[in-house]
């Protein structure tokens, strides 16, 4: 059996307005806004899908433990997150993980195990994030006609003009 691929590439593909579609391995999920900021709401915010992830790996993490151990499966998380504003961020993050039949005497091993997740990890280590802007290929850009969150401007196609 060949060894798991440890490291990645996701793609992510813009579908209008803040719709993007974010392409993991042969897996695609939607990511959009909420219509109050200018969105469809198709999909979860970044920031929901980064909280969705922490919490799946919770869960993962706490599910593979429960097996290990050959106790009962069926584990749930439940995230709840605050947003900062200066700077605009992920203020806090609550976990509340459900262990069916988890014995109380594992309770402190299991919750030792989640700390160490590594997603857990990483925001406790965070990763160098670089960046790289390109020229974006010919033909890809936004019409003229067109917001970069949204329907047609009203009035002339190209033009801020209100209409007639």
Same mark, same amino acid.
């Given at each position: 059996?060949?060894?798991?691929?440890?490291?990645?590439?996701?793609?992510?593909?813009?579908?209008?307005?803040?719709?993007?579609?974010?392409?993991?391995?042969?897996?695609?999920?939607?990511?959009?806004?909420?219509?109050?900021?200018?969105?469809?709401?198709?999909?979860?915010?970044?920031?929901?899908?980064?909280?969705?992830?922490?919490?799946?790996?919770?869960?993962h993490?706490?599910?593979?433990?429960? !097996? *290990?151990?050959?106790l009962a499966?069926? /584990?749930?998380?439940?995230?709840?997150?605050?947003?900062?504003?200066? %700077? =605009? +961020?992920?203020?806090?993050?609550?976990?509340?993980?459900?262990?069916?039949?988890?014995?109380?005497?594992?309770?402190?091993?299991?919750?030792?195990?989640?700390e160490?997740?590594?997603?857990?990890?990483?925001?406790?280590?965070?990763?160098?994030?670089?960046?790289?802007? !390109? *020229?974006?290929?010919?033909?890809?850009? /936004?019409?003229?006609?067109?917001?970069?969150?949204?329907?047609?401007? %009203? =009035? +002339?196609?190209?033009?801020?003009?209100?209409?007639?």
């Open positions: 059996m060949p060894a798991e691929q440890r490291d990645g590439v996701i793609q992510v593909a813009w579908h209008g307005a803040g719709r993007f579609d974010v392409h993991v391995r042969r897996h695609a999920v939607r990511s959009d806004q909420p219509r109050d900021v200018g969105g469809s709401d198709t999909g979860p915010t970044p920031a929901e899908l980064f909280v969705g992830g922490l919490a799946a790996g919770v869960a993490c706490a599910e593979r433990f429960l !097996r *290990q151990r050959q499966a069926g /584990v749930g998380v439940t995230a709840r997150y605050g947003l900062g504003v200066c %700077p =605009g +961020r992920i203020d806090r993050v609550e976990l509340s993980v459900d262990a069916p039949g988890l014995p109380e005497g594992l309770r402190a091993s299991l919750l030792s195990v989640l160490h997740c590594a997603l857990c990890t990483t925001l406790r280590v965070p990763p160098r994030i670089t960046f790289d802007v !390109r *020229q974006a290929v010919p033909g890809s850009a /936004v019409p003229a006609a067109h917001e970069p969150y949204g329907e047609p401007r %009203p =009035g +002339r196609a190209g033009s801020s003009a209100p209409p007639a």
